[in-house]
C-alpha cells in the first residue's frame, strides 16, 4: 500500500491531468484523464509536461 506516498506535484497547467508522487523507491505518475473529450492536443501537453518533468528529475 502506498499510504505514505505524497502528491509533490499537481499541474494545473495541463489542467490536474498530470500527478506526480514520490516514494522511496522512485517517482510515480498518475494520469487522469476526465470521462468527457480528451484531445490530442491535451495529449500533447500531457507529453510536454511529462518531458520537462523527466528533465527537472535528471537534474536534481
Do not use: H
Amino acid at each position: 500500500m502506498a499510504a505514505k506516498v505524497k502528491a509533490v506535484f499537481k499541474a494545473s497547467d495541463v489542467q490536474g491531468l498530470v500527478n506526480v508522487y514520490e516514494e522511496t523507491s522512485g517517482y510515480y505518475v498518475t494520469l487522469g484523464i476526465p470521462q468527457q473529450s480528451f484531445t490530442k492536443s491535451d495529449l500533447g501537453e500531457v507529453i510536454a509536461f511529462l518531458s520537462g518533468l523527466k528533465e527537472q528529475i535528471e537534474e536534481s
